[in-house]
């Protein structure tokens, strides 16, 4: 396969981004490590698969964050569904709003919504808003992080766990009830419940990154079992 022309998908951007500890070496052991898999899924068909209980609640509840943000910022939003490509880079943008893209999380839990912060979102999340706004011709984007409700099914299985555990006694209807409300947020007020952050397009960064893609298309291109 020629990768000479390989597409990077924009939730994978952050890897390419990572410096090197060298200043001699052009990627770092993380952006090697990702793109090993990458070629791995192009050459062999073989795509590691990852499926945590976060993944699942921010799939299951994304109608249930967007409605939220739309809440809290008094807007209609719709659910983009469109890829967009270039010569460098492919994604799904959740939303594009007439002067920016929107890009949504759904936290686990009140202390994972509590320890983000800009800083920790920038670094968890810029590459991949860099990317749609190359895709989309914007300048500007913002990342909000929602704290939802989970599922019930999730909140059934993680009462199992506890009460399995011991962590909580199974005919002990307080201790229950006190365990059921780390997963249920209704009754904190819904402008507390969403952050949200605004980032820019960065010229050093989109030159960076456009660098990084040229040497990971190289670097590809020697990979073998």
Request: proline share 2%; charged share 30%; glycine share 4%.
């Amino acid at each position: 396969m020629d990768f000479s022309t390989y597409k990077f998908r924009c939730h994978g951007l952050g890897n390419l981004l990572v410096d090197p500890r060298s200043k001699t070496e052009p990627l770092s052991e993380t952006t090697k490590t990702y793109l090993k898999e990458l070629w791995i899924q192009e050459m062999f068909g073989r795509e590691k698969i990852i499926s945590t209980k976060y993944m699942a609640k921010g799939i299951s509840c994304e109608t249930d964050s967007v409605q939220l943000v739309e809440k809290v910022l008094n807007k209609t939003y719709f659910k983009n569904q469109k890829e967009f490509t270039n010569d460098l880079l492919a994604g799904i943008p959740d939303v594009i709003d007439s002067e920016f893209v929107l890009d949504i999380k759904t936290s686990w839990d009140i202390w994972t919504f509590a320890a983000v912060d800009e800083d920790s979102a920038r670094k968890a999340y810029y590459g991949q808003l860099l990317g749609y706004m190359l895709l989309t011709g914007k300048t500007k984007a913002k990342l909000a992080y929602c704290l939802t409700n989970t599922p019930e099914d999730q909140i059934s299985y993680e009462m199992y766990k506890l009460k399995v555990s011991g962590a909580i006694k199974d005919d002990n209807e307080e201790e229950e009830a006190k365990a059921r409300s780390n997963f249920i947020f209704d009754d904190i007020a819904q402008e507390k419940r969403v952050k949200i952050y605004d980032f820019e397009i960065d010229e050093e960064i989109v030159n960076k990154l456009t660098e990084r893609i040229r040497l990971s298309r190289e670097y590809m291109s020697t990979l073998s079992l």
